[in-house]
């Protein structure tokens, strides 16, 4: 069985980023594994990946990261301080500060636009000579596009009301992230970690991160990527992920998970930890 810990990273004098460190068995201090970095969706926090990564981390070790503002970690009291510059910030100053050599992202949703970017940034230095890290492939999750997406007006106000509370936040959950909770119950994280994001986080993402326009940097990304495409998600639907991420990546590869909302990881851990070993085994 895999061990954990928690380590809080602080990133800059406001913002303390919590990262859960899972490490396969017997793992030797020098080792040639990569780490897995594991980054959640817009209302979630590193417990989105909790029926995964101990699946994963019995063979790899992993990082699941709390997003500024979001989980235990903390942000700054300023609303434009939520950016996905400023997320990819963060995850590139966590992976310097636990020293890893060798990493995968894993990131989902909102946390695909960050992994996008902040692989590119790796891929980038990597081209300069620059080995202090080795981005060695990337899973992107129910991709949020890295192009622009701006919202109808009235889109908006729902989506900046959907935490609002425990009834709206389950009634999302259930209804718009999933595809097989209707008729069971959620993990208990879910709608905690939705109501425990502070006010800065929860706008940023509809008020303006997901109309930040990355396309040029993902362009750029020249290592393995694995997309994994939810068939029934309504958030991220299948075609545009196809024309939106998928074409605008050159290693992009797409499998799409039967049966599944956009929540995939929690839908489906199982399959998704399968995809994921797969590639993982196959760098």
């Not at 954990?4 to 017997?26: C, D, F, H, M, Y």
């Not at 202090?132 to 899973?139: C, P, Q």
């Not at 389950?170 to 718009?176: E, L, Q, S, T």
Request: hydrophobic fraction near 45%.
């Amino acid at each position: 069985m895999a061990s954990s810990r928690t380590e809080l990273i602080e990133v800059q004098p406001n913002v303390k980023i919590n990262a859960v460190i899972s490490e396969p068995p017997g793992l030797p201090i020098q080792h040639e594994l990569p780490s897995v970095v594991f980054l959640h969706f817009w209302g979630g926090s590193a417990s989105t990946w909790s029926l995964v990564t101990p699946l994963v981390s019995t063979h790899y070790p992993s990082v699941a990261l709390d997003f500024r503002g979001w989980g235990s970690s903390t942000g700054p009291a300023d609303p434009n301080a939520y950016s996905i510059e400023a997320l990819a910030r963060d995850v590139e100053a966590v992976i310097a500060a636990l020293n890893l050599h060798k990493v995968v992202l894993v990131g989902m949703s909102m946390g695909a636009k960050v992994a996008q970017l902040v692989a590119a940034r790796l891929c980038s230095r990597a081209s300069k000579g620059d080995q202090a890290t080795v981005l060695l492939g990337v899973v992107l999750v129910s991709p949020a596009p890295p192009t622009p997406l701006v919202l109808p007006p009235e889109m908006r106000k729902q989506q900046l009301r959907a935490y609002d509370d425990p009834d709206s936040a389950m009634f999302v959950a259930r209804n718009v992230l999933t595809a097989t909770f209707r008729s069971r119950d959620l993990p208990n994280f879910v709608v905690g970690d939705m109501l425990q994001g502070n006010k800065w986080a929860r706008e940023a993402w509809p008020a303006y991160a997901m109309a930040e326009d990355v396309s040029e940097a993902a362009a750029k990304i020249a290592v393995p990527v694995l997309v994994l495409a939810a068939e029934e998600d309504i958030v991220e639907p299948l075609e545009r992920v196809q024309r939106e991420v998928c074409a605008r990546i050159p290693e992009a590869k797409v499998a799409v998970l039967a049966e599944t909302g956009h929540l995939s990881p929690l839908d489906a851990p199982d399959v998704v930890t399968e995809h994921l070993l797969e590639f993982l085994d196959g760098l």
